[in-house]
C-alpha cells in the first residue's frame, strides 16, 4: 500500500480525449495545476446538456485503486474562464466494459469547479478499482468547458478484476430488517453478481455490530454482504475471484462479522480450488480457522493460500452458525519477478533445427544477455536524460502540485500497522543531497536558494514593490572570512559556518551586534556556486533583495554580500548555539530525571519565550505576505539567553534530511511539517505557515526528541493528510506532549484545523503565548 503516480508521471499517449479543440488544448494538458498549452483540455464544441458525449481519458496502464479525484478549469493566466461545474466518471478495467461510478446513495453527477483556478477535490465514495478512467463533463445548458484532472490512490496490488457471489440476503430483526445486498457492486447482478466488484472491494470493514455503519445515512447491513444457511442446503457458500494475471498467492484475508447474539460466525471451514491455466486443478485446499469464542466482535480471519500459482480462485465457506458475513475480502501476492534473461528456445521446441552444440548455446545465451542488458543501460540513460530535460524546462517555479495518488489503507488504522520512519531516512538522504528542486506554487516567486532550498516566497505584487529601493547591503571583503565548517549543500551551492572579522563596521547602524568590535562574528554564508545557471544566478540576486528587507529581531538579518566576483556570497547572521533542534536535543526538561543524569535543563517558561519569539517573527513575515515554508525547529537558531532567530537553511543538512520527503523525484518536501493542503493541492500560505507553527511547537513541548508521527512511515504520513481531507474524524493528531498543559495543546490543535480560515494569525498565537508566559 503505496502512494504513487499521478498524472504528470502519465506518458502523454496515455491521455486521451473524445475530441480537442485545437492542438493546443489537447488532451495532454489536461493535468491538473499544468500551465502549457492553452491551459486545460477542451473539446472541440460546446457540450450540450445530457449528451455525455466528451470525455478526458486516462489509462494508469494497471488497475490502480483511486480514492480521490481533482479538478480544475481553464485559467491560462487570466486569459481562460472554461470550467466544468458537474462532471461524470465512468471506468474501466478491461477497455470494454465501461461502468458509470456512483456514490453510496447512487448519485452520478459529482458537483465539479466554480470558477476556472481552485483546484476541487472530490473523495470517491466508494472507491474506484479500474485501468481506465474517464472523465465527462455534465452541464445543464450549452456552454464551453474545459478541464484539468487529477487522480489519488495506488497500485491495486490484489490484482483481483471481478468475484462472483450468491446475491446478499434479508435478515429480519425486531425493529428494522438488515440488508445485506452488495450494493455497490459493479457487475450483472441475476442470480448471482457476476464480473463486477463491490462492497466486498471497497475499502470499508463492517464494525462489530452489523446493523452500524460508518457511512452515513444507510440500512442496517450496509457494510456486509451476507447469506443464511436456510437457503443452502449444501452448508457452503461459494464465491469465484478471478485476476488479472496468474499469481502466486500467499494469503487470503476474510473480514468477518462475530455476532453470537444474532447468530452470525466466521465461517467453520473454507475449500478452495485454484485454476492456473485452463483447467481447475484436482487437488483443493482445505482450511478451518481456530475457533475464538471469547472474542466476539468482527475480524479478519488470515487463510494461507500455501503459495499456489492462480488466475481464478474458486471458494466454498461454510457455515458456523445460521449467518455469515463478510465485508472485505483481499488477497496477497508475491510480487511477480521478471525473468534475468529472456527465455531461449529449447532445442526440443523444434525437431528439424536441433542445437547440438552446447557451447553455441551457451555462446547465444550469453549475447543475448549481454544484449538485454545493454538495452536496459540505454534505456535507463535515455530515460534519465528525458526526465532532467523535464526538470530543467520546467525550472524551479513550474513544477506542478504534488498531485499524490494516496492510498488509503484497507481497513488498517494508520496508527496499527506503524513502522520505522527511519527506514526512509536514508532514501530521503540521498534525494537531498542530489539537489532535487523545492516545490514551488505557480503565482509565487520561489525563491530558490543556493542550497536547493527556497527562502522565502512572496506574492509577485510584493515583488514588484520590492524591486522599487536599492538594495541596503554592502559588499563584504572575501578574504576576512574564516572558514570554520560546511553547514550543508544543495543543488547549487553551499552553506558554510564562518567567522568575519571586522564585520561591525559592514553592517547598518541600526543594527548593532552584542559584540565587542575587534572578535570575530560568527556568520553563515551561503554560497553559489561559480558554474550555476543564470537562473540560478539570478534567483540568488533576488533572494538577496528580499533577504535585504527582512528586518525584525526575530529573523536572521543579512549582514553583507559578496557579488563583485565570483562565487556569490550571501553573508548572514548564526547564532552561537546553533539551531533550535539540536539545542532541545542536549537540553532536558527541568525535574528529577535532569537532576540525576546531571544535564542541563531548560525552564517551561524558556520554552514558552522561545515559541512566542517564532511566533512574533512569523506575525512580521505574515505582515509582509511572506510564506515561509519551511517552518521547523531545525530553521530556527539559538543565541544568548534563550533569543531565537528564524532562518532557512534546514533543507540543505544532510542531517535533517530524514524529515524531508522526495515526490516522485520533482520536489523534497517536510511532509511531518505540511498542511493537508500543502500537501494535496501545494498551496502554502500563512495559514499552511501556522500549521507548521503548531508541529514547531510540538516538537519544543517535546525537546526535539521525536520526529512528529514518528510511528508512522512517510507514506503512511500521506494517508493521514489524506483523512485530514476526509476529516471523518480518522486523521491522527499528534499527541499532547507530557509537559504541555492543555491551554497550549489547544493552539496546536487549532493550529491543525481543517479549514485554513479556522486556523488563528501569529497575531492571535503571539498574543496567546505571551499569556502563558508569568
Ligand atoms: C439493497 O437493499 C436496499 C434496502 O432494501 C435497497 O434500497 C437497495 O436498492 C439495494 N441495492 C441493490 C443494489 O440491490
Ligand atoms: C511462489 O513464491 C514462493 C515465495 O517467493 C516461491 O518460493 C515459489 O517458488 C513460488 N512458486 C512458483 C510456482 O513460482
Ligand atoms: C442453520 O444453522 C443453525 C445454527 O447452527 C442450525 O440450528 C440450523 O439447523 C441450520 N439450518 C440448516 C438448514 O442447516
Redesign the pocket.
Same mark, same amino acid.
Not at 457455515?319 to 445460521?322: E, G, L, V
Given at each position: 500500500m503505496l502512494l504513487l503516480l499521478l498524472l504528470w508521471q502519465i506518458q502523454d499517449e496515455d491521455i486521451s480525449a473524445s475530441s480537442q479543440w485545437s492542438e493546443s488544448t489537447a488532451a495532454r494538458y489536461g493535468r491538473l495545476d499544468f500551465e502549457e498549452g492553452d491551459g486545460a483540455w477542451c473539446p472541440e464544441i460546446t457540450v450540450e446538456p445530457d449528451s455525455l458525449k466528451e470525455f478526458l481519458q486516462i489509462d494508469l496502464r494497471s488497475l490502480h485503486f483511486i480514492t480521490l479525484v481533482g479538478t480544475q478549469g481553464r485559467h491560462a493566466g487570466g486569459i481562460g474562464n472554461e470550467f466544468s461545474q458537474m462532471y461524470k466518471i465512468k471506468y474501466s478495467r478491461d477497455g470494454s466494459r465501461w461502468i458509470s461510478w456512483r456514490n453510496r446513495q447512487g448519485k452520478q453527477v459529482i458537483e465539479g469547479n466554480r470558477n476556472a483556478y481552485d483546484i476541487v477535490l472530490k473523495d470517491l465514495e466508494p472507491p474506484i478499482i479500474a485501468r481506465y478512467v474517464r472523465f465527462m463533463p455534465v452541464t445543464d445548458h450549452s456552454m464551453n468547458v474545459c478541464m484539468r484532472v487529477e487522480l489519488y490512490g495506488c497500485e491495486w496490488l490484489d490484482g483481483l478484476v471481478s468475484y462472483n457471489a450468491p446475491v446478499g440476503e434479508q435478515m429480519s430483526l425486531p425493529a428494522l430488517p438488515a440488508y445485506f445486498n452488495d450494493s455497490v457492486y459493479d457487475g450483472a447482478v441475476i442470480h448471482r453478481c457476476v464480473c463486477g466488484l463491490g462492497q466486498l472491494t471497497d475499502g470499508v470493514c463492517g464494525l462489530d455490530d452489523f446493523t452500524h455503519s460508518h457511512v452515513y445515512n444507510v440500512w442496517p447491513g450496509y457494510d456486509y454482504v451476507g447469506w443464511?444457511?436456510?437457503s443452502f442446503?449444501s452448508?457452503y457458500v461459494e464465491i469465484m475471484f478471478e485476476f488479472d494475471r496468474t499469481r502466486n498467492f500467499t494469503t487470503m484475508k476474510v473480514h468477518c462479522n462475530n455476532m453470537p447474539s444474532r447468530?452470525a460466525k466466521a465461517f467453520r471451514q473454507v475449500v478452495c480450488y485454484f485454476r492456473s491455466e485452463a483447467d481447475w486443478e484436482a487437488a483443493p485446499l482445505a482450511f478451518g480457522p481456530a475457533e475464538d469464542e471469547e472474542n466476539p466482535g468482527a475480524r479478519f480471519v488470515t487463510v494461507n493460500l500455501a503459495n499456489r500459482m492462480a488466475s481464478a480462485i474458486k471458494c466454498q465457506f461454510h457455515? !458456523?452458525? !445460521?449467518w455469515m458475513l463478510f465485508s472485505e475480502i483481499t488477497f496477497q501476492s508475491v510480487k511477480r519477478c521478471l525473468p534475468l534473461s529472456p527465455r531461449l528456445p529449447s532445442p526440443e521446441d523444434d525437431p528439424t533445427h536441433k542445437i547440438d552444440d552446447s557451447n553455441t548455446r551457451i555462446l547465444i545465451g550469453c549475447l543475448v544477455a549481454i544484449i538485454f542488458i545493454l538495452v536496459v543501460i540505454i534505456v535507463i540513460i535515455l530515460w534519465r536524460q528525458v526526465w532532467q530535460k523535464m526538470l530543467e524546462k520546467r525550472g524551479p517555479g513550474r513544477i506542478p502540485s504534488p498531485s499524490l495518488i494516496t492510498c488509503f489503507p484497507r481497513c488498517v488504522p494508520a496508527s496499527a500497522s506503524a513502522a520505522a520512519s527511519k527506514s526512509t531516512a536514508a532514501a530521503a538522504a540521498a534525494a537531498v543531497q542530489d539537489g532535487a528542486p523545492h516545490y514551488a506554487e505557480a503565482d509565487i516567486v520561489n525563491l530558490q536558494g543556493v542550497t536547493g532550498g527556497n527562502t522565502y516566497a512572496i506574492p509577485a505584487l510584493a515583488m514588484d514593490l520590492l524591486s522599487g529601493k536599492d538594495v541596503a547591503v554592502e559588499e563584504f571583503p572575501r578574504k576576512m572570512l574564516t572558514f570554520k565548517e560546511k553547514l550543508g549543500e544543495g543543488q547549487f551551492g553551499e552553506v558554510h559556518l564562518c567567522e568575519a572579522e571586522g564585520m561591525q563596521e559592514f553592517m547598518n547602524k541600526e543594527f548593532l551586534f552584542d559584540i565587542p568590535e575587534d572578535q570575530p562574528v560568527l556568520v553563515a554564508v551561503k554560497m553559489l556556486r561559480s558554474d550555476a545557471d543564470k537562473n540560478a544566478r539570478n534567483d540568488f540576486l533576488k533572494e538577496i533583495k528580499i533577504m535585504s528587507r527582512l528586518k525584525d529581531p526575530n529573523i536572521i538579518r543579512l549582514l553583507a554580500v559578496c557579488i563583485y566576483s565570483d562565487p556569490l556570497c550571501m553573508i548572514t547572521e548564526y547564532m552561537e548555539n546553533g539551531d533550535l533542534n539540536q539545542f532541545l536535543s542536549r537540553h532536558e526538561p527541568e525535574g528529577q530525571l535532569a537532576v540525576l543524569s546531571n544535564a542541563p535543563t531548560v525552564s517551561f517558561n524558556s520554552l514558552c519565550y522561545m515559541a512566542a519569539q517564532i511566533a512574533s517573527g512569523m506575525k512580521y513575515l505574515s505582515s509582509l505576505n511572506f510564506v515561509h515554508r519551511d517552518l521547523a525547529t531545525r530553521n530556527c537558531l539559538v543565541g544568548k539567553n534563550y533569543t531565537i532567530k528564524i532562518a532557512d537553511f534546514g533543507m540543505s543538512r544532510n542531517l535533517y534530511s530524514g524529515d524531508y520527503y522526495r515526490i516522485q523525484g520533482r520536489a523534497v518536501l517536510p511532509i511531518r511539517w505540511m498542511s493537508w493542503e500543502s500537501i494535496l493541492l501545494g498551496k502554502f500560505t500563512t495559514a499552511s505557515d501556522a500549521w507548521a507553527f503548531g508541529v514547531t511547537l510540538w516538537e519544543i513541548l517535546n525537546f526535539c526528541k521525536e520526529q512528529p508521527y514518528s510511528q508512522l512511515t512517510d507514506e503512511q504520513v500521506i494517508e493521514n493528510t489524506g483523512e485530514f481531507f476526509r476529516d471523518q474524524k480518522r486523521q491522527i493528531y499528534l499527541p499532547q506532549p507530557v509537559l504541555c498543559p492543555d491551554s497550549l495543546y489547544k493552539i496546536m490543535l487549532s493550529c491543525w484545523r481543517r479549514n485554513t480560515k479556522e486556523r488563528p494569525s501569529f497575531q492571535e498565537i503571539h498574543r496567546a503565548l505571551l499569556e502563558m508566559q508569568p
Open positions: 443464511t444457511n436456510e442446503p452448508g447468530h457455515f !458456523a452458525d !445460521a
